[in-house]
């Protein structure tokens, strides 16, 4: 299938991840959240693997950037993102992951040794300017703990960007599906301990069963389905040209943030989305004027 095809229905799935999340985390604590969406797609997934027969083949220094993309994947971008968008909103989470492309920019100008032209250099100011006029209107409007939350989906978003540049060594060798499985079982088990500990004494029986939806719809559309479109997709282009699909997160999810939560979205949000999303547009842009023309060495 059209690996754009893909990604838009991946953009559909992560915005409406941004509404639940918000939802879920406003009476369930983050931590318990994440643990349940990962039994949830560990138990898929084992099912997956026996019903495959999928084996596992990582070795030497892949097995090494496994388990750091592992640890990226659950500890750090799930639960980080869960706790970050506890204290903020739906769209200003959708508008940090908007900053993906020109991290993963910078992450290739590090891990791979691509050039950062000016263009690029200028588009980032931007995007960074953008989120800053949202970040600091709200926080000096709501108080420190949104300025906590917002910058806890920043390190998400970091994670994220990682995740995305480094995992795409992996999924081009070992593809989409095997990579997306043992990078999602280990990230739980690695999360596990906290899960566990956390869970001891919860009242589970007192979730209603609209708080179970949101949790399923966590581990079955976000972790699994949105996480392996994702993969897929950086198997077939490279990864800046997958990361700039998160610039229409920002405008869906404010758009469905509006219909299902009443968020506002005001003349700061929108100004500030703008100037972000053009920035990050900038970055794509070469000298010869291409969009998303980028190395594919990742």
Do not use: C
């Amino acid at each position: 299938m059209n690996p754009y095809v893909i990604l838009v229905f991946q953009v559909l799935f992560s915005s409406g991840t941004h509404i639940v999340a918000n939802d879920a985390t406003q009476t369930i604590p983050p931590v318990i959240l994440t643990f349940l969406r990962t039994i949830i797609s560990s138990v898929i997934y084992l099912g997956y693997m026996l019903y495959r027969g999928t084996h596992f083949k990582f070795r030497g220094k892949d097995l090494l950037l496994l388990l750091f993309v592992s640890f990226l994947s659950v500890p750090i971008n799930q639960f980080v993102f869960l706790y970050g968008i506890k204290f903020s909103t739906a769209k200003e989470a959708a508008l940090l992951y908007g900053l993906t492309p020109v991290i993963v920019l910078l992450i290739s100008g590090v891990y791979l040794g691509e050039k950062i032209t000016k263009t690029k250099s200028l588009g980032s100011i931007m995007a960074f300017a953008g989120v800053a006029v949202i970040v600091l209107e709200n926080g000096l409007r709501v108080g420190i703990s949104h300025v906590r939350g917002d910058a806890f989906l920043f390190i998400a978003v970091i994670a994220w960007a990682l995740y995305t540049t480094i995992g795409r060594r992996l999924v081009v060798r070992y593809g989409a599906m095997t990579t997306t499985i043992y990078v999602a079982l280990i990230g739980s088990l690695m999360f596990a301990p906290a899960g566990i500990w956390y869970s001891i004494g919860y009242n589970y029986a007192a979730l209603s069963l609209g708080q179970w939806l949101e949790v399923l719809y966590l581990g079955i559309f976000t972790s699994i389905v949105g996480y392996v479109l994702w993969y897929y997709a950086l198997s077939k282009i490279d990864a800046t040209r997958v990361a700039v699909f998160t610039n229409g997160q920002p405008v869906m999810t404010a758009v469905l943030a509006y219909l299902l939560l009443g968020q506002e979205v005001n003349a700061t949000f929108i100004m500030g989305a703008a100037v972000t999303i053009g920035g990050v547009f900038i970055t794509q842009v070469t000298p010869r004027g291409k969009i998303g023309a980028t190395d594919t060495r990742t």
